[in-house]
């Protein structure tokens, strides 16, 4: 999660309270939060063909997980 909503503070600045409760959030969530964003970003942008393709070849763990569980087939009413 980004947080682009307010100005970054300034060094020794404590951060606002909207900040403080998206920090808060994300870390709830297993998110990671930067207040900033970066100058070059590594990656290719969300949304772009390139991020698309270069995500459809990974495999995540909960992906790995639904694809490694086994249900029972369906039954049919009788």
């Known amino acids: 999660m980004i ?3 307010t100005r970054p503070p300034a060094p020794g600045e404590m951060a606002c ?4 409760h998206f920090r808060h959030a994300a870390l709830r969530a297993g998110m ?8 070059v970003l590594p990656e290719p942008m969300p949304d772009s063909p390139d991020f698309y393709t270069k995500r459809a070849g990974q495999m995540s763990s909960v992906l790995d997980d639904i694809l ?11």
């Open 32 to 39: 990671d939060y930067l207040s900033n964003v970066p100058p």
């Open 17 to 20: 309270l909207k900040e403080i």
């Open 68 to 78: 490694r569980c086994h249900w029972p087939p369906p039954t049919l009413p009788q």
């Open 3 to 5: 947080g682009l909503a």
